[in-house]
């Protein structure tokens, strides 16, 4: 058996950079994985692009019982350091709307590149490998479905419970658990909101319409774009908000942004006073939208008709639509874990166990988690790069 320094479970975006790191200082690195091929949820990200990171990566943009853990690890790791490391590797790519990173042509691209960098670092990868039991007696073991290994530190990379179908299990937290770390209650996050009764009776027959919207839950507010589902609602909004969202509490829309609804109705009223409700609603909202909200919020008269007082009031409506979900399409569309190893038994710098030397946890596994739009790559790019430099 090799005498490996660090075995790392998982070769993702986390795991493999992590794998990077430590092989580049010289480390005998053991990178392992259950799956067939590395970067699985990196081949998906981004419609098969791979939003690999945000111009604006900032601590304020992760949630965590701790906020400011990932501080450290964003701070020594930067998107800036990526962003080279891609160009290093000559891949074509472009920046979107709110500072999200795409490459022009595929994700394949990143986990190449990551694969040529674990090459050249000396990492030695094995895939096909199904974990069955971790022990520590000095040194970590770490048996799999092909063979037992050992490594004076060993790090957990294997992610979170999100997407299922694309080989996600909570092994990281399970065997984090068995060493005496704590956890935070798992969630999903950035996951579409489903509703029930007459709020999805309205939302179903609109199933597909889109618009831009403020969406706000807890304290935070995400103006882009919004889908009708026809299980509720979805779109960039309704994902970032999800995160902030928390059971039985409130969703609230804006379906106007920066703009007066009352002044636009009233406006309406007097310039086309014979004009329908929906016709005058659809200047500004999808045609859909406006027949049903026109359907179910105002009279069957011609605008002209229509008191100021019911206009108003729609207005109201249109600027601030509150609404409770019955819950979210949980794990199997959820493109992130909320919760995780709790970055109380971790040290912010090095992603080591505070009372389990040689032991990391990195990436999704952690009680860290980003907002929509390459954060979360940027995290497990970070935080993989700090286990990388200690383990």
């Not at 981004?46 to 943009?61: S, Y």
Request: contains cysteine.
């Amino acid at each position: 058996m090799p005498p490996f320094d660090v075995i790392i479970l998982g070769a993702g975006a986390a795991g493999m950079l992590c794998a990077v790191r430590a092989g580049q200082r010289g480390r005998r690195v053991l990178l392992l994985d259950h799956a067939e091929e590395p970067g699985k949820k990196i081949l998906i990200s981004g419609g098969g692009r791979c939003n690999f990171t945000n111009l604006d990566c900032r601590p304020e943009r992760f949630l965590s019982a701790n906020p400011h853990f990932a501080r450290s690890a964003l701070a020594r790791y930067t998107q800036h350091d990526f962003i080279d490391l891609v160009r290093r590797h000559r891949i074509a790519f472009h920046e979107k709307t709110l500072g999200q990173f795409f490459c022009d042509g595929s994700a394949r691209q990143i986990v190449a590149m990551l694969r040529a960098e674990c090459d050249a670092a000396g990492v030695e990868l094995r895939l096909g490998h199904r974990v069955t039991e971790v022990t520590r007696a000095g040194r970590f073991g770490v048996a799999t479905s092909h063979g037992s290994f050992e490594a004076e530190s060993l790090v957990l990379a294997t992610g979170g419970l999100s997407i299922p179908k694309m080989g996600a299990t909570g092994l990281s937290h399970d065997i984090a658990r068995r060493f005496g770390l704590p956890l935070v209650a798992p969630r999903p996050g950035l996951v579409p909101l489903t509703f029930a009764d007459q709020a999805l009776e309205l939302m179903r027959p609109l199933a597909g319409v889109a618009l831009d919207s403020v969406a706000r839950a807890g304290k935070a507010a995400f103006r882009e774009a919004m889908l009708f589902t026809h299980r509720g609602l979805s779109g960039p909004a309704i994902l970032q908000a999800s995160s902030y969202w928390r059971e039985g509490g409130p969703l609230t829309l804006d379906l106007l942004p920066e703009k007066d609804a009352a002044a636009l109705l009233l406006g309406a009223k007097r310039a086309r006073p014979k004009a329908e409700a929906r016709t005058a609603l659809a200047e500004w909202l999808p045609a859909r939208l406006a027949q049903a909200l026109a359907a179910t919020e105002l009279p069957p008269r011609p605008m002209g008709d229509i008191a100021d007082a019911e206009l108003r009031r729609v207005a109201a409506l249109l600027k601030g639509w509150t609404l409770t979900p019955s819950g979210t399409e949980g794990y199997a569309k959820a493109e992130v874990t909320l919760g995780g190893v709790d970055t109380r038994a971790l040290s912010s710098q090095t992603m080591m166990a505070r009372e389990v030397p040689g032991l990391f946890v990195v990436g999704e596994a952690v009680d860290v988690t980003g907002w929509l739009g390459g954060y979360n790559f940027q995290w497990a790019w970070s935080s993989g790069w700090a286990a990388g430099e200690a383990a």
